[in-house]
């Protein structure tokens, strides 16, 4: 009894720090294919290149993991814009094949591009000195750095929840996300409100990204390897929605590490079973709109 209290005890502590991750990245996919109906795939490639950035920058130039991590998300936020400005906004309303197209593109795109710049093998994230080792709660231990990302995850799904529900631009965008023609009737600039929630997502990957590279390797193929687990979240959740994937990502960062813990043979069978039950369930998502 004892070895199986430990065992589920170390599955949801892992599980849960895989779901934080998994959250920040996704969440931005949720909320711009939700508000842009904009199929972008591309999305795991800002998460890749936060995780670069902030690896590069604590390996070579020895910058603090803080600093380190807020310039990894600013430079993602403003390559975004730039890209949303250039690349996004021609295609807003367009056909979803030309959406697939182009940010399959730009998958592969970042492919070529981190592999030539960094080499073809994976990066590893070094904590700095204060995060690692481990915690020691009601008499076990727990690696500091996964219970740092907890914990940063959790303070940052409070403030996301807060800054959507409780401030003028969540209240656009849960209005655009409703109904966007009655939005723009009413006199919100959806343009400039695309080009916020598109950064504000980029940057949210780019956060989870750098967070999470001791559990998702930052190499060439992160985009590619990742997106599926990516799209499960943003589909179970429901477009648009918050909570949601919040949700869907807690049940895939716990089932996932649990089957494959118990069930390592398998790999990822049954997380794409529990999908497809759910969304024959709830095809729009657990939070989608019907």
């Known amino acids: 009894m004892g070895d199986f209290f430990s065992i589920a005890i170390s599955i949801l502590f892992h599980g849960l720090a895989m779901a934080m991750v998994l959250y920040l990245i996704s969440v931005g996919l949720s909320v711009t294919m939700g508000l842009m109906g904009f199929v972008n795939l591309a999305h795991g490639a800002f998460a890749m290149a936060g995780g670069y950035v902030l690896v590069i920058l604590m390996k070579q130039q020895g910058w603090p993991f803080g600093l380190a991590l807020a310039a990894a998300v600013a430079i993602c936020v403003v390559a975004s814009l730039i890209l949303e400005r250039l690349l996004y906004r021609r295609l807003y309303g367009g056909d979803e094949l030309d959406q697939v197209l182009l940010t399959m593109g730009l998958i592969f795109i970042s492919v070529g591009g981190a592999t030539w710049l960094f080499g073809p093998v994976a990066q590893s994230l ?138 390592p043979e398998l790999g990822a069978f049954f997380i794409y079973a529990l999908t497809m039950a759910i969304l024959l369930w709830r095809p729009r998502g657990i939070f989608g709109q019907a």
Do not use: H
Not at 210 to 235: E, H, Q
């Open 126 to 263: 070094e904590p700095p000195a204060a995060l690692r080792g481990q915690l020691t709660f009601m008499g076990r231990d727990f690696p500091t750095y996964r219970s740092f990302t907890i914990l940063c995850g959790a303070l940052l799904v409070t403030a996301l929840w807060l800054g959507l529900e409780r401030t003028r631009f969540g209240a656009q965008v849960r209005a655009a996300v409703d109904n966007l023609r009655m939005a723009q009737t009413l006199g919100i600039n959806t343009s400039r409100l695309f080009a916020t929630a598109f950064a504000l997502g980029s940057g949210l990957a780019a956060l989870g990204g750098g967070i999470g590279a001791d559990m998702l390797s930052v190499g060439p193929f992160y985009a590619l390897d990742n997106l599926v687990y990516f799209l499960i979240v943003v589909a179970v959740g429901g477009l648009g929605s918050i909570r949601g994937p919040f949700v869907a990502a807690l049940l895939v960062g716990v089932s996932d590490t649990a089957f494959k813990y118990l069930a």
